[in-house]
């Protein structure tokens, strides 16, 4: 099977996070023997100029390469979704969107919508990261029967257990206290603010507790100065950083903390768990379906930062056993999810030569 991979993210050496997810997959399907080639955006934003001209790039790749795919697996509905319908319709060739969050919640908005139902109505699959993701694509209108739930996985090789001190000497992270780790871009979604705010809570009981942020984004100075206010001037913030290196920062810390606004699922939160750490996430959105509320994991309201702060002072006071929590992410390991991605791509290619062959173009 040749499969085509249109995403509007990819990681670089300057950008080591962005769409490392997408990536992982691509590499676990080709460990099953699928061929797969990748027309990707390898940038984040660009501005009003810049970003129609990188789409546009996007569109001509797809155009030239879809006739020898056999089918197309395109990331987000719009705009990466129409385009995977432009070059499928053109080249006879079937499509199957995956939605991630924030493209759905874009169906709301008229213009999108217009532009992304031709590649909905059209394709032959349409994979949701999650179980709340797939209720919301269902309340825009999208069948529910056609939507299949499954999330990018988690490589358990390279998200495994390991010792913390040795974790922490690599960092340069002192051998001693609690570290409460947050990964993710610094953004409104993803709640930085709230979530110093539950730490300076938590010092009052836990004084040597520290933060660390791995990410980066808009809100990068208002999270120094906000730490600066709350006291926080220990704050570790290196920024972005290679995924290969993140395991690392996991396994460094005593608990993850994903508080976001809403989160479609949360991959770190599956990550921090394949490497033996606890996680307190958030109950908006599908990081629920994936994180216990007990034991390795607490649900918390993200806009609450008493809450976030007695659900970090609780797993740090009972912190569970790494294996406890690896078990927790072992059903959603890469390697499955990506056995299930093939079979949707193998129906697709399935479904469109038997169209083909019943005249039904």
């Not at 660009?46 to 056999?70: M, W």
């Not at 599956?270 to 990081?287: F, Q």
Request: aromatic residues 4%.
């Amino acid at each position: 099977m040749r499969v085509l991979c249109l995403t509007n993210m990819w990681p670089t050496e300057a950008q080591p996070d962005y769409g490392a997810f997408v990536a992982a997959m691509c590499g676990a399907l080709e460990a099953r023997g699928v061929a797969v080639e990748v027309a990707a955006i390898e940038a984040r934003g660009g501005g009003p100029l810049r970003t129609p001209t990188k789409y546009g790039r996007l569109a001509a790749t797809a155009a030239r390469r879809a006739h020898a795919a056999d089918v197309i697996y395109a990331h987000y509905l719009f705009p990466t979704g129409a385009i995977a319908a432009a070059a499928g319709g053109l080249a006879g060739t079937p499509w199957v969107l995956t939605a991630h969050g924030g493209d759905v919640a874009n169906l709301s908005r008229g213009v999108v919508r217009a532009a992304t139902d031709p590649g909905l109505r059209g394709a032959s699959g349409i994979i949701a990261v999650s179980g709340y993701l797939a209720e919301e694509l269902a309340g825009a209108g999208v069948a529910r029967g056609r939507i299949r739930v499954i999330n990018m996985g988690v490589d358990l090789e390279r998200f495994a257990p390991r010792e913390r001190g040795p974790a922490r000497a690599r960092l340069g992270l002192p051998p001693d206290g609690e570290i409460i780790l947050a990964v993710g871009g610094l953004t409104d979604r993803k709640n930085p603010l709230t979530l110093l705010q539950a730490v300076e809570r938590l010092r009052a009981t836990r004084p040597g507790v520290r933060l660390a942020l791995v990410g980066s984004g808009p809100l990068a100075a208002a999270v120094g100065r906000g730490a600066e206010r709350l006291g926080l001037t220990d704050l570790v913030a290196p920024g972005a950083v290679p995924h290969d290196e993140v395991a690392d920062w996991m396994a460094a810390a005593d608990v993850l903390a994903m508080v976001s606004r809403v989160e479609p699922l949360g991959q770190v939160a599956l990550e921090a768990l394949a490497v033996g750490r606890p996680v307190v996430a958030t109950a908006v959105g599908g990081a629920r379906e994936v994180v216990p509320d007990h034991g390795p994991g607490r649900i918390v309201d993200p806009l609450d930062p008493a809450r976030i702060a007695a659900a970090l002072d609780d797993v740090l006071a009972r912190p569970p056993a790494a294996a406890e929590c690896r078990a927790a992410a072992a059903p959603y390991a890469l390697s499955q999810q990506a056995a299930r991605v093939e079979s949707v791509l193998a129906d697709a290619c399935r479904s469109d030569g038997e169209t083909t062959a019943s005249g039904n173009t």
